[in-house]
């Protein structure tokens, strides 16, 4: 594979796509059932408690949704702005030309965003968020 498709299925967010439209669409039909059962609720039917039960669960439902609504949508954004950093970091690449033979300044510089120096190593912090450990 090239590293062009190695970076689509990185940053891939398909499955997430999918995960957040069947957590948006439970929650919506969940909302729907709240709504209805409000509606309901006063026409003596139903035992109070029972309404408290039925509504409770429907409450823990539409939360649980909700949260794999926001999870999937927190992952996509943190993918797309992976994917952003590491096509501007291919593309520096790519417009350098030459193969790296010694030490590049402005590549150090526009990969890197920290080193972290510990007694026994130095810690790498890269722009797309990897690490990597160096004993010294």
Known sequence: KTY??????????????EIKQSAQREYDEIIVLMEKAIAEGGSGDVSQRDFDNYYADLLSRADAAKARLQSA????????????KLNAFMSELENRGDLLTGFDEELFAATVERIT???????????????????L
Not at 4 to 17: P, S, V, Y
Not at 76 to 84: A, E, G, N, P, Y
Not at 118 to 133: A, E, N, R, V
Request: proline residues 2%; positive net charge.
């Open 117 to 135: 120096v510990y007694p026994k190593k130095l810690t790498f912090l890269f722009k797309d968020g990897s690490d990597i450990d160096t004993a």
């Open 4 to 17: 062009r498709a190695i970076l689509k299925d990185l940053t891939n967010t398909t499955e997430l796509n």
């Open 73 to 84: 949508s927190d992952e996509i954004l943190r993918k797309t702005k992976q994917r952003k």
